[in-house]
């Protein structure tokens, strides 16, 4: 399966490392588009050797000629959001494409599922809104398109403890290999 796996800024960015491993390991393609803020927590560099491939960054590329998020919105069987922070949630579930990784999504087949698995602070995760654009995605194409992977309680990068910490890897994974089945 080949899987776009849009990785956005939070701290829980360094999982997605392990995530990519884990895809590789079971024989997907992994092209990551990072979100501008994701990069100040892991180089693109790291990306690139894990997954094999380029890392997409910019919505606009002036070193690549092809309309980019175009190319990358046709490429993936799955779209996979993990970490997913507040900000791309919001933007997704609004219909905003303002950087490569919602334009992506934004550009991309409906029949190609979504996959988001949030992390967050708790107080950010238990906050309507983010409740509200949470619901919005499910209701789309009657929740078969968006599936969201809940985030755990645990004690969070700021130390508190609540809801909001990235599910483990091997439940996004899961999420990724049944939503190709299940479409």
């Not at 079971?26 to 979100?35: Q, S």
């Not at 380029?54 to 069987?77: K, N, T």
Request: glycine letters at 8%; charged letters at 25%; one cysteine or more.
């Amino acid at each position: 399966m080949k899987v776009l796996l849009g990785v956005t800024g939070g701290i829980a960015v360094y999982k997605a490392c392990e995530l990519v491993r884990r895809l590789k390991d079971g024989e997907h393609e992994v092209t990551v588009v990072m979100t501008e803020s994701a990069s100040r927590f892991v180089t693109p560099l790291t990306f690139e050797v894990l997954s094999g491939r380029p890392v997409g960054r910019s919505l606009f590329d002036v070193d690549d000629p092809q309309i980019e998020h175009i190319r990358l919105a046709r490429w993936p069987d799955c779209i996979a959001i993990a970490p997913a922070t507040a900000h791309t949630i919001g933007r997704i579930a609004n219909g905003l494409a303002d950087d490569l990784l919602s334009t992506v999504v934004m550009a991309s087949s409906p029949e190609v599922p979504v996959v988001v698995a949030p992390a967050m602070n708790t107080m950010m995760w238990e906050n309507p809104l983010v409740a509200a654009n949470l619901d919005r995605l499910r209701d789309v194409d009657e929740g078969r398109r968006y599936r969201i992977v809940e985030p755990v309680a645990k004690e969070l990068a700021c130390g508190e403890m609540g809801v909001g910490g990235l599910a483990d890897e091997a439940s996004i994974l899961a999420a990724i290999v049944e939503s190709r089945t299940t479409r």
